[in-house]
T-cell receptor
Framework: ETGVTQSPTHLIKTRGQQVTLRCSSQSGHNTVSWYQQALGQGPQFIFQ???????GRGNFPPRFSGLQFPNYSSELNVNALELDDSALYLC?????????????FGEGSRLTVL | SQQGEEDPQALSIQEGENATMNCSYKTSINNLQWYRQNSGRGLVHLIL?????REKHSGRLRVTLDTSKKSSSLLITASRAADTASYFCATGGGAGGTSYGKLTFGQGTILTVHP
């Protein structure tokens, strides 16, 4: 157990809808990263939040957005869902400027878009 | 795009045998990490090797890094059925700075260990 929790674990949406995924980071961690993992692929970096500011973004369109709260928990929002958004969404926390470089992952939220 | 490429894509062995997975990457790195993922679950960090290290051990795991060839290998000795999982190498990030959580993963090696 990493101490990183994600919700919901599974959800089904239809094309065009919007979804919000949530992540609680491990105690003491101020950095949260989000990843998208399509079936059979490695995780792809979406963006990172450090002390409530977006701090780096991968090759994802603006309809992928996020927030980080003062307690360092985070949300990933995806608007105008497309079929290709079907994937496992992983949240990872880390201790930012200190620590070993290791990321601590949650179990993921599996999104199916019909 | 994937920075790391694992080889082989799938590996099937018997319990007790050793498993070797390889990873190649394209750009210079500060460190390289290996993660494990049980089917459809979250990733678990296994080991991190820094760019100035050539070899690192952790229990039954041995990782090597050759920065001149931009490659790394993960060796699992005396494998067990419980080692069955996908294994990913990841580059980027690193202690300190703002790039901490920005890892680039390969596509992974699926390891199956038969009892």
């Amino acid at each position: 157990e990493t101490g990183v929790t994600q919700s919901p674990t599974h959800l089904i949406k239809t094309r065009g809808q919007q979804v919000t995924l949530r992540c609680s980071s491990q105690s003491g961690h101020n950095t949260v990263s989000w990843y998208q993992q399509a079936l059979g692929q490695g995780p792809q970096f979406i963006f990172q939040y450090y002390r409530e500011e977006e701090n780096g973004r991968g090759n994802f369109p603006p309809r992928f957005s996020g927030l980080q709260f003062p307690n360092y928990s985070s949300e990933l929002n995806v608007n105008a869902l497309e079929l290709d958004d079907s994937a496992l969404y992983l949240c990872a926390s880390s201790s930012g400027g200190v620590g070993t470089g290791e990321l601590f992952f949650g179990e993921g939220s599996r999104l199916t878009v019909l | 795009s994937q920075q790391g490429e694992e080889d082989p894509q799938a590996l099937s062995i018997q319990e007790g045998e050793n498993a070797t997975m390889n990873c190649s990457y394209k750009t210079s790195i500060n460190n390289l990490q290996w993660y494990r993922q049980n089917s459809g679950r979250g990733l678990v960090h296994l080991i991190l090797i820094r760019s100035n290290e050539r070899e690192k051990h952790s229990g039954r795991l041995r990782v090597t890094l050759d920065t001149s060839k931009k490659s790394s290998s993960l060796l699992i000795t005396a494998s067990r059925a419980a080692d069955t999982a996908s294994y990913f190498c990841a580059t980027g990030g690193g202690a300190g700075g703002t790039s901490y959580g920005k890892l680039t993963f390969g596509q992974g090696t699926i390891l199956t260990v038969h009892p």
